[in-house]
């Protein structure tokens, strides 16, 4: 007679591919996992040490870069563009501070890199492959969001504060200080706004949202918009408050197209689960 083969001693060949697809990184104990979480946090703190170090050297340089649109503003108002600081330790103070900035920025990718170390041994192909497109999506999508703002919301904002001062008896004299603090908010402010197909990624993901839901809602979502728009725009007026929304209403719809792919491909993947059992 043939020899009968155990099913309960074979494994599956879907679990066989599942077990080859992760590292053996997957496999290391709670203890080397700790290890190796600490050997990331200080390959990560050095390389944010060093990088401030090179942010302060750059920083004077960059400081050029970062008045520029505040320079453009002046001059088209007809005034001078000069900037000042107001106490003795004022441009000290922002040199440290953009350098500290421009510090985290550039380390930023190896910091990511290090997180990706930690976590990628863990986890399957393809979720490897998810995680490595989250990373470097809200990436470009930040730096867009910086861009976006450096180079049409801050010229915008700035064109209509001038000009607004510049109207009556009273001319500004503008702190360096204060226009860094200006500037740092509309750069961060719409870095994150940007990030809002990622957000939408991540809730459709786990069903949270639908497409059908975000466009159903969508009132809402414009309500919503137009709030956070009011709230951060740093100008009363409408046309820098409508200068804020667009990307933001572009932003809505390519997190509808986002939550479109991640339905689709959810269902694909329950329908050949389905057609495996």
Wanted: proline share 6%; hydrophobic share 55%; aromatic share 12%.
């Amino acid at each position: 007679m043939a020899a009968q083969t155990d099913p309960k001693v074979t494994p599956p060949a879907a679990n066989l591919a599942s077990a080859a697809d992760k590292d053996p990184g997957g496999r290391m104990s709670f203890f080397e996992h700790l290890v190796e979480l600490r050997t990331r946090l200080i390959h990560s703190a050095i390389a944010i040490v060093i990088c401030t170090g090179i942010g302060l050297l750059l920083s004077k340089h960059f400081i050029t870069f970062i008045v520029q649109p505040m320079h453009m503003a002046l001059r088209s108002a007809g005034l001078a563009d000069n900037l000042y600081y107001t106490s003795p330790a004022g441009y000290v103070s922002l040199v440290i501070n953009l350098g500290l900035y421009l510090g985290i920025a550039i380390a930023m990718p190896y910091v990511l890199y290090q997180v990706w170390l930690f976590v990628a041994p863990g986890l399957f192909k393809h979720e490897r492959n998810a995680v490595a497109g989250f990373i470097v999506s809200s990436m470009f999508l930040f730096l867009c969001g910086l861009a976006f703002a450096y180079f049409i919301m801050l010229p915008t904002t700035l064109k209509f504060l001038i000009g607004f001062a510049n109207e009556g008896p009273i001319k500004p004299l503008i702190s360096i200080n204060e226009y860094f603090d200006l500037t740092l908010m509309i750069l961060l402010g719409l870095g994150l706004v940007f990030e809002l197909p990622v957000l939408i990624f991540i809730l459709s993901l786990f069903g949270i949202v639908t497409p059908k839901f975000l466009l159903k809602n969508f009132r809402y979502a414009m309500v919503i918009i137009t709030v956070a728009a009011a709230i951060i725009t740093p100008t009363p007026d409408a046309t820098t408050m409508l200068v804020f929304m667009a990307p933001m209403i572009l932003l809505y719809f390519l997190g509808v197209f986002v939550s479109y792919v991640v339905l689709r491909r959810k269902q694909a993947a329950d329908v050949a689960t389905g057609e495996a059992h």
